[in-house]
């Protein structure tokens, strides 16, 4: 989340999302943050279109 709160994002998420993220990943049994699994549920962290793609544009290093 740390991450995803340093890019210069039109919505950073917040506490809420933070812990919309975590029960998502829970709720599908993923215990890592994989770039699939990340990818997979950016929508409960990430709410405008642009901030999705950018984002997804640089998965690999935010997760990694």
């Given at each position: 989340?740390?991450?995803?709160r340093?890019l210069?994002?039109?919505?950073?998420?917040?506490?809420?999302e933070?812990?919309?993220?975590a029960?998502?990943l829970d709720?599908?049994?993923?215990?890592?943050?994989?770039?699939?699994?990340?990818?997979?549920?950016?929508?409960s962290?990430?709410?405008e279109r642009?901030d999705?793609?950018?984002?997804?544009?640089?998965?690999?290093?935010?997760?990694?």
């Amino acid at each position: 989340m740390h991450r995803l709160r340093e890019l210069d994002l039109a919505k950073p998420p917040g506490v809420a999302e933070t812990i919309d993220w975590a029960r998502t990943l829970d709720f599908l049994g993923e215990y890592d943050l994989t770039p699939d699994a990340a990818d997979l549920t950016l929508g409960s962290v990430l709410k405008e279109r642009d901030d999705l793609d950018l984002v997804r544009e640089q998965l690999d290093e935010i997760v990694r």
